[in-house]
Structure formats: C-alpha cells, structure tokens
C-alpha cells in the first residue's frame, strides 16, 4: 500500500517497507498462485517511484514474501536508481 500511496503524492521524501509484497505477480509466480488479477502491483509503477530513495527491508527466512519478491521489484529500475534491499538476517 505504501508504494501505491507514494506514486499519488507530492510529498513523499522516501519510501520504507517492511516485508512488503512490492511485486505481486512476481510472488505469484514463485508460489505457483492464481495471478492476482484487478490488484495494483507496485513494480508496474516503478516509473513513479523512480526518484524517491527507498528502503526495502525483508527477512533472510521470510518464506511468505522473502527476498526474491524484492529483487524483483528492483529490477526494474536503471542501476543509478536501484532502490535499497536490506536482508535481516538477525534479530
């Protein structure tokens, strides 16, 4: 949601999330799942979110969302605006 909501405002200086499923149909396809068709999927606005610093923090053994769903929202974005994938791996 976070995503979604910063590509529709001005005054949005970064985006944060935590364990955030930021691209859907990446997700659907890892976990073998019906697309989710009708949803807004925050990589297909990845042109709008190109300029805001981002932070997206995942957990090294989130098996719901984990990081792979992350790397795959980053793809999208040129090298020099590639948003930050942080991986906590301890507590």
């Known amino acids: 949601m976070a995503a979604l909501i910063a ?15 930021i691209d859907h149909r990446a997700w659907d396809k890892r976990n073998h799942l019906s ?19 981002q932070t997206h923090f995942v957990g090294g053994k989130d098996e719901v969302i984990g990081e792979s769903v992350a790397r ?11 948003p930050s994938i942080l991986v906590v791996t301890t507590i």
Not at 7 to 21: C, F, K, M, P
Request: proline fraction near 7%; hydrophobic fraction near 40%.
């Open 7 to 21: 590509t529709r405002r001005l005054d949005v200086v970064r985006l944060i999330t935590i364990a955030g499923n």
């Open 35 to 53: 697309p989710l068709s009708g949803s807004l999927n925050p990589a297909d606005e990845w042109l709008y979110l190109q300029h805001i610093p």
């Open 72 to 82: 795959s929202y980053a793809s999208h974005f040129s090298a020099d605006l590639q």
